[in-house]
């Protein structure tokens, strides 16, 4: 059920004359290919826009469904989709495993959540997750690169055959480029925001030599709160992980203590952009987008701004470093964000909409359990049900359909929702189809439900925005390869998928080396 879908293709290293020597994937989380063009047509002397001048800007690239962080960075990564990957989120539901802590696994009921989130680190308020590293977080360079060590094996869901548990890289049912690369002799590193980002290793277990993860959800010493909660401290954090990568391109390792030689593949993601997106406010500034022409707000302009001083750091190092022709710069998202036009946003609470429905479902059938065993639910629905009969998967679908209430908008003033803001609901094999899974898949969701645009399930007013749906403000992302000459732009639609098999062409390595190109038939990107 955790073994790798199919064997690995070896793959030689191919000849320095035939390939990029290094290549940085950089992930600006929750971007929008809309947000980059107008960033470079007002910022022309800007860091990004050096990247367009540069290199291969796909204007139509696209996520896969959900358009979240674990999905969308594996499909990077991988080539696959949530079909493949066995991935459909971060939180999810696993009908053949067992839940964690299960020692006593003969005659145990499979069926548990599968949860690679911060709830997993030893502590998850320090952002060193635990490891108990003095002067943090200024020294946070100082943390593992193998995180692995930092998740609490208490919270990992068992395996029945083994009894044992599973880690989030064993979870993962295809192989990694890093995996890839490590095999023709090459390093790895990447840097990201929780330690069960080793999910990143790969089945084997080995992909990212050097695997720098500071919690993101941990307390920002004297701050109101994590990492997330203002918008100048997720600046702060990124800036760690920036760190980390100009310590690679100057041939050390994320810390800068020990000489190990840059990676060929390496990189990081930036939550910046993201948090200005979902927050309401931050220093006493408006978040998100401005209402009517759909312009970045004050935060929002700040955290772009951001990112591009930081990108213009990692390449002004790659030119010192004299690294700047022999490697190519891979710039997309993992997701975007959703909505960017304030009037268009719906707060949902949809625990009061599973609430109802767990009730109506035990009126009805008295002595049952609640038939929703896991819920996730950011600016979509997926619901994992205890019952999988077509019947359960239709009348959990015909309740949604038929509940209308009120939500609150961009001001927190009422606003009334239909069909439980729900456009489409997909439930039962029709759910499985939906990803392109076989029906009765032990990890696909039973219910699928894709939101009215706007639509953000939560409970509060700290949100104006989501991510890990299927609208366009979720999916369209940029997608710029720089360094591959003169600038040059492709309007036909493209997948992030694409961009895996993509990274290990350029390394000269076989793309078919990655099971999930062999299986969903990745293409590398045109041009």
């Not at 277990?205 to 720098?212: A, I, N, P, W």
């Not at 009730?359 to 929703?372: I, Q």
């Not at 094999?429 to 009765?440: K, L």
Request: with cysteine; glycine share 10%; proline share 9%.
């Amino acid at each position: 059920m955790i073994a790798a879908a199919t064997a690995a293709v070896a793959a030689p290293p191919a000849s320095a004359g035939d390939r990029s020597a290094h290549v940085l994937l950089i992930s600006v989380d929750g971007l929008h290919q809309s947000d980059l063009a107008r960033y470079t047509a007002t910022h022309p002397g800007s860091a990004l826009t050096a990247l367009l001048s540069h290199g291969t800007e796909y204007t139509h690239a696209r996520t896969p469904v959900p358009s979240d962080s674990f999905p969308g960075l594996l499909a990077q990564v991988t080539g696959g989709t949530p079909a493949t990957t066995g991935v459909y989120y971060d939180a999810s539901y696993n009908r053949a495993l067992l839940p964690p802590g299960t020692t006593s696994c003969a005659g145990a009921r499979p069926g548990t959540a599968v949860n690679y989130t911060e709830d997993l680190d030893r502590a998850k308020d320090a952002i060193d997750a635990g490891q108990g590293l003095p002067g943090l977080p200024d020294n946070v360079l100082a943390m593992t690169g193998a995180p692995q060590t930092l998740l609490d094996p208490a919270g990992l869901p068992v395996d029945p055959r083994t009894c044992t548990p599973i880690y989030p890289h064993q979870y993962l049912k295809v192989n990694t480029v890093f995996e890839v690369a490590r095999q023709a002799g090459l390093r790895t590193a990447w840097a990201d925001k929780h330690p069960a980002y080793e999910i990143l290793d790969g089945p084997s277990g080995t992909g990212v030599q050097d695997l720098f993860t500071p919690e993101i959800n941990s307390l920002v010493p004297g701050g109101p709160g994590d990492w997330t909660a203002d918008n100048a401290a997720t600046q702060r954090y990124d800036s760690y992980k920036v760190r980390a990568v100009l310590n690679e391109i100057g041939g050390y390792d994320h810390s800068g203590t020990h000489r190990v030689g840059t990676p060929a593949v390496f990189g990081l993601n930036f939550q910046s952009v993201s948090t200005a997106q979902k927050l309401p406010r931050s220093g006493g500034r408006p978040g998100g987008y401005l209402p009517g022409d759909g312009g970045p707000g004050p935060v929002l302009s700040s955290a772009l701004d951001f990112v591009d001083q930081q990108v213009a750091a990692i390449t002004t190092e790659l030119k010192q470093r004299h690294l700047d022709r022999s490697t190519t710069i891979i710039l997309s998202a993992k997701h975007g964000q959703s909505p960017t036009d304030p009037a268009a946003l719906t707060r949902i609470d949809d625990g009061a909409l599973l609430d109802g429905l767990n009730a109506t479902w035990r009126a009805v059938r008295p002595g049952a359990a609640d038939l929703v065993a896991q819920a996730t639910d950011d600016d979509a629905m997926l619901l994992w049900l205890t019952d999988r009969s077509p019947a359960a998967a239709t009348f959990a679908k015909n309740y949604l359909l038929t509940r209308s209430g009120l939500g609150n908008d961009i001001s927190g003033a009422p606003k009334p929702f239909v069909h439980s803001g729900l456009d489409q609901v997909y439930s039962g094999d029709d759910a499985a189809r939906y990803f392109h899974a076989r029906p009765g898949d032990p990890r696909v969701p039973d219910l699928v439900g894709i939101a009215h645009y706007g639509v953000v399930y939560t409970g509060g007013t700290k949100k104006i925005a989501e991510h890990g749906g299927a609208a366009p403000d979720d999916r369209d992302v940029p997608l710029v390869i720089s360094g591959t000459g003169r600038p040059h732009t492709i309007a036909a639609p493209v997948g992030t998928t694409q961009i895996a098999p993509t990274i290990l062409h350029l390394l000269g390595l076989r793309p078919d080396a990655l099971q999930a190109v062999r299986i969903e038939c990745t293409q590398i990107l045109p041009g």
